[in-house]
């Protein structure tokens, strides 16, 4: 019998080989690269045979402005983004409430189909919609009156931490919904049964067994969107994004490091500071884990 369950489970432990190998490669071999945060570093030399200067590339991150001002709007963005978190949750409850099937259907595939799409088309779609030129924002405002003179949106600075959270929120918004949808799934049927037995309305079915039904998944997602509060809406979007007469609000702690970098040949620092954004970064997820886990009894480590 030990012998036929072994024979048995061998393929399947042998099917999870190949992305075993591909999460070491591209995610546990590149740490070796940690090592130019400690070094001089200079292309065309063996990185093992590089300057070592300990940490002083990380003493020059404390004065650094430059860096000072990425991991502000960093910190900015991420909490807008995690302001904006329960929107899945919310749209997965409406819904939830369709009773026409194909109309559930196309309104959930309409709305996840930005996640599909390239950050460049997105911008081309808003560059279009918000264009000073010939935009659609912009000629309906000024053939209702509301504004004398176009308004260049993607330009604006005082506008640009709210409105890529928007967009943000706007891309992901169907597909998180799914995650949630998929949760309402395994909520156990006869809980509504009951409720209706008892009088409760479909509101109150969802506030008292649909929303708590989701909430350890949106905990998890809670969590790990703490984790990853130094992305600051990741690199793709805010590069894609910037110019520059946003680039004060929109340059993260990503952008920031390309910018030093690949464009100003300064590896050593920006390996230090991906390094320290890493360590952060995941302390705060051992950090919300642990309140997590006391505040309601629920965790992912």
Known sequence: MRSQFRSVKLPLILMTVPF?????????????GWLMAFQDYFPGSPIL????????????????EQFMLALRNTLVLSFLSLITSPAPMLLALL???IRKLWFRKFVQTVSSFPNFISWIIVYSIFFSFFSIDE???NRLLLDLGLISTPKDVLADSGFAWYFQTLVGMWKGLGWGAIIYLAALSGIDQELYEAARVDGASRFHEALHISLPGMMPTFVVLFILGIGNL??????????TFMNPMV????ENLD???YKIGLQGLSFSYATAVGVMKSIVSILL????NAISKRVNGRSIL
């Open 20 to 32: 075993f190998a591909l999460v070491l490669l591209f995610s546990y071999v590149p740490l070796f």
């Open 135 to 137: 935009g659609a924002f």
């Open 255 to 257: 952008t920031y490091t």
């Open 95 to 97: 819904l939830n409430e």
């Open 247 to 250: 680039m004060d609000k929109l």
């Open 230 to 239: 130094l992305a600051g809406g990741g690199f793709e979007q805010m590069f």
């Open 285 to 288: 997820l051992i950090a919300a």
């Open 49 to 64: 045979g590089q300057n070592f200067v300990g940490l002083r590339h990380f003493e020059r991150i404390l004065a650094d």
